[in-house]
């Protein structure tokens, strides 16, 4: 997901976030405005079992980098 689209989606939801804010924290204020786990980019991401979240390939991208080396 681009910046374009997170600040859209920010927007939607009303969040009151400087839109220049970092990705992760712009995800993690859109979960917990969804009323999902604000889990984006932090430990939980290990034990993930939300198969349906839109940003799980991209929070657990670094596992998968990190696994390859």
Not at 22 to 33: S, V
């Amino acid at each position: 997901m681009n910046a374009h689209e997170l600040e859209r989606q920010a927007t939607e939801l009303g969040l009151d976030l400087p839109m220049d804010a970092p990705a992760p924290r712009l995800i993690r204020a859109i979960q917990r405005r969804r009323g999902q786990a604000a889990c984006f980019g932090n430990d939980e991401r290990f034990t993930c079992t939300d198969y349906a979240c839109e940003w799980r390939a991209e929070c657990l991208k670094p596992i998968a980098e990190w696994l390859r080396c």
